[in-house]
C-alpha cells in the first residue's frame, strides 16, 4: 500500500503541473455540457416552406396562419408559380412546397372537397418525413374545424364519447435535453477515463521515465494501480460536477433513482474503462499512435451507443457491436437511474456485462505490460 500511495502521489503532482492538461480534464467537458444538449436536438422545427397561392380567399389565408403559428414552420416566401418554388428548392431556401389550387375555397364550399399539393425535399429523410407528417397533420386539423362550421349542432346524435387522456411518464414535458445530458456525459467521461489514461503512459515512454520505473521492484500490479487510481478519482470528480453542478443547475435534471446504486455503477465502468486506455498505452510506443487507437474506438463507442440512434432500429450486425460496447451499458443504465428511478434489479445484468469488461480489460493490461520494455 505504501508503494501505492506514493505512486498516486507522483501521478497527482504530474497531472497538476501540467498546465495543458488540467483544462483538458475539467473545463473542456464542462463546456461541451454546456453546450452538446442545447445543439444535440433532434425535434425538427423552423421547416422552410414555400406557397404557392392561387386562389388568395379567406381559407386560403387561414390555412397559411395555421401552418405558420404551429411553431413548426418558417415562411420561405410566397410564390407565383410552382416552378419558381422548386428553383427555391434547388437553392436550398425550401422544404417544402404547398401549392394551393385556384377556386380553393368555392370548391371546398360548393363541392365538398378539394386536393392541395404538396412537394418535400427529401436530400435530409427525418426532415423531409417529419415534415410532410407535421403538415398533413395541421391540414387534416384545418380540415376537422371547417367541417365542425359547416355542420349544424342538431345534426349530431347524443352517444357514449370515448375520451383519451395521454399521461407521460418520466419526462413529462418531453424535454429532449432530459434525454440527451445523461448521454452526452457517459461521453464525456469516457473520453476522459480513456484517452488521457493512455496518452500518460505513452508519455513517459517517450521521455523515457517509464525505463526508471522498470528497474526498481515496483510489481506490475502496483504500477497499474498508480496509474488507475488518479485518473479514477478524477473521473468521479469530473462526473459530479457535470450532474450535480451542469445537470441539475443548469438544466434542471435530479436523479430520481439511487445516488450509491449511481455511483456504484460508475466506479466499475471507470475502472472498465481506465484498464481500456492502460490496455491502449502497452500496445502503443508514441502519443500519436495512443490518440490514434483511442480515436478509432471512441467513434466506435460513440456511434454504436445509442447516443444518436436508437439500438433497436440498427440492423442485426450492428446490433451485436453495441451490445459488445461498454458505453452502450453505461448510457442504459444513466438514463435508466437518473430519469426512470430504477433500482438494482432492473440494472444487475448492466452490472454483470460492466464488471466482466472490468476484469477483462484491466487484467489484459496487466499480462500485456512488460517491464523489459
Keep these: ?3 501505492i500511495k506514493f505512486l498516486i502521489q507522483k501521478e497527482f503532482l504530474q497531472i497538476f503541473r501540467n498546465k495543458g492538461l488540467l483544462p483538458l480534464l475539467f473545463v473542456a467537458p464542462l463546456i461541451q455540457l454546456l453546450v452538446l444538449p442545447l445543439a444535440a436536438d433532434y425535434e425538427v422545427k423552423n421547416i422552410s416552406i414555400s406557397v404557392v ?8 389565408r387561414s390555412l397559411i396562419s395555421t401552418i405558420s403559428a404551429s411553431g ?3 415562411n420561405g416566401g410566397y410564390s407565383s408559380s410552382y416552378k419558381k418554388s422548386i428553383s427555391q428548392m434547388e437553392k436550398d431556401k425550401a422544404d417544402i412546397i404547398l401549392e394551393i389550387p385556384v377556386d380553393f375555397e368555392k370548391n371546398l364550399i360548393r363541392e365538398g372537397g378539394e386536393k392541395l399539393f404538396v412537394a418535400v425535399n427529401a436530400i435530409n429523410g427525418v426532415k423531409a418525413g417529419l415534415g410532410g407528417a407535421y403538415l398533413a397533420r395541421i391540414i387534416n386539423q384545418f380540415n376537422e374545424e371547417i367541417r365542425m362550421k359547416w355542420i349544424s349542432p342538431s345534426r349530431f346524435n347524443p352517444g357514449p364519447v370515448i375520451e383519451i387522456v395521454s399521461s407521460t411518464w418520466f419526462n413529462p414535458y418531453m ?4 434525454f440527451m445530458v445523461p448521454g452526452i456525459l457517459a461521453v464525456l467521461v469516457t473520453m476522459i477515463s480513456s484517452y488521457v489514461c493512455a496518452l500518460n503512459i505513452v508519455k513517459e515512454k517517450e521521455i523515457g521515465t517509464i525505463e526508471q520505473i522498470n528497474v526498481t521492484p515496483i510489481k506490475k500490479i502496483h504500477f497499474i494501480l498508480g496509474k ?6 478524477i473521473g468521479l470528480v469530473v462526473f459530479s460536477i457535470g450532474l450535480f453542478a451542469v445537470g ?5 435534471i435530479s436523479p430520481l433513482g439511487s445516488i450509491a446504486l449511481l455511483y456504484a455503477f460508475l466506479f466499475i465502468y471507470l475502472i472498465a474503462l481506465l484498464g481500456f486506455g492502460l490496455l491502449i498505452s502497452t500496445y502503443s510506443d508514441t502519443q500519436q499512435q495512443a490518440m490514434s487507437i483511442a ?6 463507442f460513440m456511434l454504436m451507443s445509442g447516443l444518436f440512434t436508437p439500438i433497436e432500429s440498427m440492423p442485426q450486425w450492428a446490433r451485436i457491436i453495441a451490445q459488445s460496447n461498454p458505453v452502450t451499458y ?3 443504465v444513466l438514463r435508466m437511474i437518473i430519469l426512470k428511478g430504477s433500482n438494482f434489479n432492473d440494472i444487475k445484468i448492466h452490472f454483470l456485462v460492466i464488471t466482466i469488461f472490468a476484469i477483462g480489460l484491466n487484467g489484459w493490461a496487466v499480462f500485456n505490460y512488460k517491464k523489459t520494455n
Excluded: A, E
Design 1 to 3: 500500500m505504501r508503494t
Design 72 to 74: 413548426y414552420f418558417k
Design 295 to 300: 480515436f478509432f474506438f471512441m467513434m466506435l
Design 53 to 60: 397561392d392561387h386562389d388568395h380567399s379567406v381559407y386560403s
Design 248 to 252: 441539475r443547475f443548469v438544466y434542471g
Design 175 to 178: 424535454n429532449y435535453k432530459y
Design 228 to 233: 488507475l487510481i488518479p485518473f479514477l478519482i
Design 330 to 332: 453505461f448510457i442504459q
